[in-house]
């Protein structure tokens, strides 16, 4: 395979040019802040008409597809992977004509982007992401709803609006039986009968392993959660929740990677249970007002690595975390000097007992 490099464009392609499988353009500067680039001519494309890959993930935003742009990309019918960045908020029709496309990601969305309801029909659709913003159904038919049918290959997406009962959660989500990773912005929805603020229930998804989840506005409580039991990765976003509902958290059996931020959880002082997060590896605390962390090290046996970025408040990390036999990295950015401090303790006692298997990074350490 040769390499091909033309006007910003990379191209990787067998013996004859008509015949290039994959077609990926590139944006290099030596001044990062140069936003400036040759604007793209999107109709070139379609001489390589047998294109399997294209990736213009990198266009800048002057440069990005607009409605006319995708009708042209809609005709490489050989498609299997499109990455593009978009300047427009609707992405036209012709796309569903892209009957062998398996991976759309989408950059540089400027807000709600809105999908045809035919790319929803492609029986080879696989992974559908988008950067920074959600997918919007807020002009699709009822018919559409109501006929919608299964999507089992479907194995990721990100990301869509979720609120308990709406159409979105009753036919399309119900119908995505297998796939495995899941962004989704969820909206508060609050049942008098039970005076509880129920959330979407994802219980029924028995493939789904990674769930990242942005809440929308300040979350009400208190509330109710539907994980699936299999779930390894969860991500929580300004959920805002007292610490007092993690529990809910903690008791799924197969948590190894935890990732709350920017205001996932409030609250002072977090005092964990026995019994939970019995599985967990990895935890990232980033951007938490937590002052105090009540916790040993039997309540988070299997941790590996821990990461505390922006908890400017976090007064010191438990001291029993050094007796966690798996714990080889502990990660502080933005933190306290007394947290840090807390952290080089643990270490120095490590090496004491000749385990010196644990590595410690920092930067950046507030003062008060």
Not at 176 to 182: A, N, R
Not at 240 to 249: F, N
Not at 260 to 283: I, P, V
Request: hydrophobic content about 40%; glycine content about 4%.
């Amino acid at each position: 395979m040769r390499e091909q490099i033309f006007s910003g464009i990379c191209v990787l392609h067998g013996d004859h040019e008509m015949h290039i499988g994959s077609l990926l353009y590139y944006y290099k500067s030596d001044n990062a802040i140069n936003f400036r680039c040759e604007e793209i001519q999107y109709a070139f494309i379609l001489r390589y008409k047998f294109l399997r890959v294209l990736d213009l993930g990198n266009v800048r935003l002057g440069s990005c597809a607009d409605r006319s742009d995708f009708v042209n990309i809609a005709k490489l019918v050989h498609l299997r992977y499109l990455a593009i960045g978009v300047n427009t908020h609707e992405i036209p029709s012709e796309i569903g004509n892209l009957q062998n496309l398996e991976t759309f990601f989408i950059t540089g969305a400027l807000c709600e982007v809105i999908l045809p309801e035919a790319i929803w029909t492609l029986a080879s659709w696989r992974h559908m992401l988008i950067n920074n913003f959600f997918f919007s159904f807020k002009h699709y038919s009822q018919d559409f709803f109501q006929n919608f049918s299964q999507l089992e290959n479907l194995k990721s997406i990100s990301a869509i609006p979720l609120r308990h009962g709406d159409d979105v959660e009753k036919f399309i989500l119900r119908s995505l039986t297998g796939i495995q990773k899941l962004g989704c912005k969820f909206s508060n929805s609050w049942d008098d009968s039970t005076g509880c603020n129920i959330f979407p229930v994802l219980d029924y998804l028995s493939e789904l392993e990674s769930l990242k989840v942005v809440f929308l506005g300040k979350t009400l409580y208190p509330c109710k959660f539907s994980f699936p039991s299999n779930l390894k990765k969860l991500s929580m976003s300004y959920s805002r929740l007292p610490w007092d509902e993690i529990s809910i958290i903690g008791q799924l059996p197969n948590l190894e990677v935890l990732k709350l931020l920017n205001k996932a959880f409030e609250g002072q002082q977090r005092d964990m249970r026995e019994g939970e997060f019995q599985k967990l590896k990895f935890l990232k605390l980033d951007t938490l007002n937590i002052e105090r962390w009540n916790a040993s090290c039997e309540h988070l046996p299997f941790l590996e690595q821990l990461v505390v970025l922006s908890c400017q408040k976090l007064e010191v990390i438990p001291s029993s975390f050094g007796e966690i036999p798996t714990l080889r990295l502990i990660e502080m950015k933005w933190c306290s000097f007394s947290a840090t401090d807390s952290v080089k303790k643990i270490l120095e006692e490590r090496r004491d007992m000749s385990n010196d298997q644990l590595n410690f990074t920092v930067f950046g350490v507030v003062h008060f």
